[in-house]
């Protein structure tokens, strides 16, 4: 069982950055697909962006294009968010997420629904507010 643990959360003020990461509790030899979400109060969690195995691909949700970026540390469990041009809409807890490879899958592939990843981290606040 992997535990994932984010960090990086913090208030900042509408036009600001941040960046969050996440890294596996434990080292490990397995290598996942990485992702991130985030969940407003009294929301459903929403998908934001996704990362390949072999991190050759990226895809995005359509609320952050272009201001988010994902990034992975080469083929160990761990990924970045960087946030860019934060808005207040932007407030909400954010998840990392894990996807243990299976045979089916290619290291190319990026998964977008809370439903194709196996582990999750507890989460990280994010607050964006003047």
């Known amino acids: 069982q992997v535990q994932l643990v984010e960090s990086g959360g913090e208030l900042v003020q509408p036009g600001g950055s941040l960046r969050l990461s996440c890294a596996a509790s434990e080292r490990t030899t397995e290598t996942y697909a990485m992702g991130w979400f985030r969940q407003a109060p009294g929301k459903e969690r929403d998908f934001v962006a996704a990362i390949s195995w072999r991190g050759d691909r990226k895809n995005y949700g359509n609320s952050v294009k272009g201001r988010f970026t994902i990034s992975r540390n080469g083929a160990e469990s761990r990924s970045s968010l960087q946030m860019n041009s934060l808005k207040p809409e932007d407030t909400a807890v954010y998840y990392c997420?894990?996807?243990?490879?299976?045979?089916?899958?290619?290291?190319?592939?990026?998964?977008?629904?809370?439903?194709?990843?196996?582990?999750w981290g507890q989460g990280t606040q994010v607050t964006v507010s003047s």
């Open positions: 997420a894990a996807r243990t490879r299976q045979a089916r899958d290619s290291v190319h592939d990026v998964y977008t629904k809370v439903s194709e990843y196996d582990y």
